[in-house]
């Protein structure tokens, strides 16, 4: 059973775009969500994360969009440069107990100059 | 920021070997850490819990045997792959969190295995 479906699984789009990565969750336990970036042959490095008590969370270029009733939420990247090109992963993890977290399938993003 | 040190970070071992991933927290302590397995262009697969001073929780399909877990002190958690088979080849990354209810869940830079 996929617990976060995440999508699309490839995205291409022009230096200054904005990618838009959208994941879904089934389990209501869940009440952390966090975007991590992977590059090739490196661990995954965390991004962002956001709790379900507020609905948009900004650090940087980055934003989460959080929608509790629809179970979704969405990673967006302002002023997207080629050094963005990697794999990103939503992931959600549950507030009690080990805490682990459960990974999208991931989504390959590439940023033309 | 929270550190987590993997070691090695690639590893070529014949058919029939064992082989043993290093996972450190370098600057804070780490009662649980988790190891998760990577195929090609796919998902992170969590195949156990890390345990410190207890045994490993391992994810269904995960062969306890197989993929031996020890979590000997607070900064270190050990996975040996024992008997080592070419479709044990893939990245193994390990993670840790520090101690606190927000603390953010921090990965080493993975292992790749490749048994041949």
Same mark, same amino acid.
């Given at each position: 059973q996929q617990q976060v479906k995440q999508s699309p699984q490839s995205l291409i789009v022009q230096k200054g775009g904005i990618p838009i990565i959208n994941c879904a969750y089934?389990?209501?336990?869940?009440?952390y969500f966090p975007w991590y970036q992977q590059f090739p042959g490196k661990g995954p490095a965390l991004l962002i994360a956001i709790r379900p008590d507020v609905s948009e969370k900004k650090e940087g270029r980055f934003t989460i969009s959080f929608n509790k009733s629809a179970k979704q939420f969405s990673l967006h990247i302002m002023d997207?440069?080629?050094?963005?090109s990697a794999t990103y992963f939503c992931a959600a993890s549950k507030?009690?107990?080990?805490r682990a977290l459960t990974f999208g399938s991931g989504t390959r993003l590439q940023v033309q100059p | 920021g929270a550190v987590v040190s993997q070691h090695p970070s690639w590893v070529i071992c014949k058919s029939g070997t064992s082989v043993k991933i290093e996972c450190r927290s370098l600057d804070f302590q780490a009662t649980t850490m988790f190891w998760y397995r990577q195929f090609p262009k796919q998902s992170l697969m969590l195949m156990a819990t890390s345990n410190e001073g207890s045994k490993a929780t391992y994810e269904q399909g995960v062969e306890k045997d197989k993929f031996l877990i020890n /979590?000997?002190?607070?900064?270190l958690s050990t996975l040996t792959v024992t008997?080592? /088979?070419?479709?044990?080849s893939s990245f193994y990354i390990c993670s840790a969190r520090d101690q606190g209810y927000n603390s953010p869940l921090h990965f080493g830079n993975g292992t790749r295995l490749t048994v041949t």
């Open positions: 089934e389990n209501t336990a869940f009440d997207s440069q080629p050094g963005d507030a009690t107990g080990r | /979590h000997a002190s607070l900064t008997s080592a /088979h070419p479709e044990d």
